[in-house]
């Protein structure tokens, strides 16, 4: 079934692209199912194939093949089920650990304790309890009040044995009080104070514990002094002149254009400094890397210190109740059985967005829309599935077997999700599996349309990896997940890319990093950037990935990487006043070779040395770690040259850029190796 593409030449590079946002992994059954498919098709069928002209109808014909139902059978829920005996053997290594005082190894055990720990009795609840009551232990230990108060509530909930309920409020007093709270930590106490009374300790033992309790109250402030410890909040900054009217989550900065070369795309409303935020905007649906579940939230990919398991299955974590309960009362309480299906099958995590874009939503509401998106109409909402539905697909261009390959990935996903019972037609035997109605095509089309349109439209997500927090040259991000934003997908590609991009959470900021004229296009960068790729390579890669030939002003100039980028000085050394070539006439004179007149080597200089400073100064800041001023002084250098030196690809200006781009992305979630956890011991009455 080999063919010529839609752009009339043979392109393996391109066909290796694309099968890859369908299956990344070598290992995986999807592939092989594809492969027993392909050799059974006949090529009068795969002829009959090409001639369907919508998603639709392939999903139909697709559907009638006798090769799929041959290979592709129906699928059932799969859960790695919980174990209260697993769980209460991880928490015994946990208790060992603790007593070492080796607090990490210990946190680790009590995490997947608490992992294993069934939800479904009250008996087995118990085991949860425990796991949950141990881990508050060494996360006092680990300097992690706010945790360990979460999950001494939690136990609390979960039938922890009323005999011993004392210790836990005297725990969480303790914590109340490190954290300033003492009000909170007054009640505390007195509730393990009455929980005494509840205790089947000795005599001599429950005189002990009362005086310990009642000398801890007794310490207490008169008034609350709460910690200034700084914790993470995922509140967006502001847009620059405010919210746009008509373009959800976008600055009023910004216009909307389109045409028949660049499609649509941004151009600044007004002019745009350095270092202002333009777009901030998040996902309408975003999935986690399968290699990050056990370090990640699932749901707002945040790094995991005390994660939450799902209450039925325990492949994914969350770091708090809230995400939780919100993931399990939308897309994973259809995902939770299909998890392990999709990750055996090696499928791209492009092929989960394509999934999850249904399972976060509600069935009946893509039926009721069915009309009105295939009448073409747009809403412009962020929240509306309509931003997704109408993204580019650029289905004209795509060849017979890239359809028959998304098809069938698309098959096996409408396979999942009946498994989910996201559908509401679980079939008991597997002839009625057989049977499809015309709203699960329309259902699985719709999943073939989101395989195409996220190849190109999908953004990864990162997280700011600081190896040490007092060396800001230290960092890199790091991929952990992809998501869909309708807003963001409308910013072309530029090797040169005027904003940079960090992520708060799974929401993403866009900024400028450059200065920006009123009316030049707004454009991002895809992935390959002039200053570390040749002109050759980044062609090949943009044309292999997303099927455009970029004309950027760095490929249309073939601007040179850093090593061969002119510096600033040779730059600005120039006549003042008509900014012609120099030539030295003597120590104190040098003479335009365009205007001929003479000027004083001092007055040619003296900008040159005082942006120079500028520039070193930013950078100096940076290493410093003073992020604001950084930020400040390098947008301000920024601004300055590109006032002098117009569209040129001068060394110092684009490390000033990359610089500056640093920076902002200290603003989004960060995660800094060296003090993510403190494990130095606190002092407190703390027997696990």
């Not at 073409?376 to 599935?385: E, I, P, S, T, W």
């Not at 770690?625 to 110092?652: F, N």
């Amino acid at each position: 079934m080999d063919e010529i593409d839609g752009l009339g030449q043979l392109t393996d590079f391109r066909r290796l692209c694309s099968d890859l946002t369908l299956q990344t992994k070598k290992e995986g059954f999807f592939k092989d199912y594809l492969a027993s498919i392909v050799d059974q098709v006949s090529e009068e069928e795969f002829q009959e194939f090409s001639k369907q002209q919508t998603d639709y109808d392939r999903i139909r014909y697709c559907w009638t093949l006798p090769a799929l139902h041959k290979t592709m059978k129906s699928f059932r829920p799969s859960y790695r089920g919980k174990s209260a005996d697993e769980s209460a053997k991880r928490r015994e290594q946990g208790n060992e650990a603790f007593r070492e005082k080796d607090y990490r190894k210990a946190l680790v055990m009590y995490n997947q304790s608490i992992a294993y720990a069934p939800y479904s009795s009250l008996l087995e609840k118990t085991t949860l309890a425990l796991a949950l009551a141990n881990r508050s232990a060494v996360l006092v230990h680990l300097k992690e009040y706010q945790l360990a108060v979460r999950d001494i509530q939690l136990s609390l909930q979960s039938n922890y044995p009323e005999k011993q309920r004392y210790k836990l409020y005297d725990r969480m007093g303790f914590c109340h009080q490190q954290m300033g709270e003492t009000a909170k930590a007054r009640v505390a106490y007195t509730v393990a104070l009455d929980c005494l009374a509840e205790s089947d300790l000795e005599l001599h033992a429950l005189e002990n514990w009362r005086q310990t309790i009642e000398k801890s109250r007794s310490k207490l402030p008169s008034s609350s002094n709460p910690s200034n410890k700084a914790t993470m909040t995922n509140e967006l900054p502001e847009l620059l002149g405010g919210a746009h009217p008509t373009i959800a989550n976008a600055s009023r900065n910004l216009s909307l254009k389109m045409d028949d070369n660049c499609g649509r795309y941004y151009v600044a409303a007004d002019d745009i400094k350095p270092g202002q935020t333009l777009v901030c905007e998040k996902p309408y649906a975003a999935c986690l890397l399968p290699g990050k579940f056990t370090s990640h939230c699932h749901h707002c990919f945040v790094r995991l210190i005390a994660p939450l398991g799902c209450m039925t299955c325990r492949g994914v974590f969350y770091c708090s109740v809230e995400c939780r309960d919100e993931a399990g009362s939308t897309y994973h309480q259809y995902e939770c059985g299909i998890v392990d299906i999709l990750t055996a099958s090696g499928s791209s995590i492009l092929s989960w967005i394509a999934l999850r874009i249904l399972t976060k939503g509600k069935l009946e509401d893509f039926l009721a829309a069915r009309q009105q998106l295939e009448k073409g109409r747009l809403v412009q909402q962020a929240d509306n599935y309509s931003c997704i539905y109408h993204l580019a697909t650029l289905s004209h261009l795509r060849s017979d077997k890239d359809f028959f390959d998304r098809t069938f990935m698309a098959l096996f996903l409408f396979q999942c999700l009946r498994a989910s019972g996201f559908l509401q037609t679980r079939h008991r035997y597997e002839e009625d599996a057989l049977n499809i109605t015309d709203d699960e095509i329309y259902i699985a089309s719709l999943l073939l349309r989101h395989l195409q349109l996220l190849q190109f439209n999908a953004h990864e997500i990162h997280e700011f990896v600081q190896l040490n927090e007092k060396n800001m040259r230290s960092t890199k991000t790091v991929y952990i997940g992809v998501g869909i934003y309708p807003t963001v997908a409308f910013f072309n590609h530029s090797c040169r890319p005027d904003v940079a991009r960090y992520f708060l959470g799974t929401a993403m900021v866009i900024t400028s990093s450059r200065s920006i004229r009123r009316g030049q296009m707004v454009a991002e960068n895809y992935g390959p950037i002039f200053t570390h790729k040749h002109l050759a390579d980044r062609q090949q890669s943009l044309l292999g990935r997303y099927w455009f030939q970029c004309k950027c002003p760095a490929c249309e100039n073939d601007w040179p990487v850093y090593d061969g980028m002119p510096d600033m000085e040779s730059v600005l050394i120039c006549c003042p006043l008509c900014r012609g070539p120099v030539q030295s006439v003597n120590s104190s004179y040098a003479r335009c070779t365009k205007c001929k007149k003479q000027s004083l080597w001092e007055a040619i200089r003296r900008p040159v040395d005082e942006i120079s400073s500028l520039y070193q100064t930013g950078m100096r800041i940076m290493d410093s770690g003073q992020v604001d001023k950084a930020v400040q002084v390098l947008s301000l250098y920024i601004e300055m040259m590109e006032t002098l030196v117009d569209d040129l690809p001068i060394r110092e200006l684009f490390l000033a850029q990359e610089a500056l781009r640093l920076c902002l992305g200290t603003y989004g979630t960060k995660y800094v190796a060296t003090s993510h956890l403190s494990f130095k011991a606190a002092g407190a009455n703390l027997n696990v």
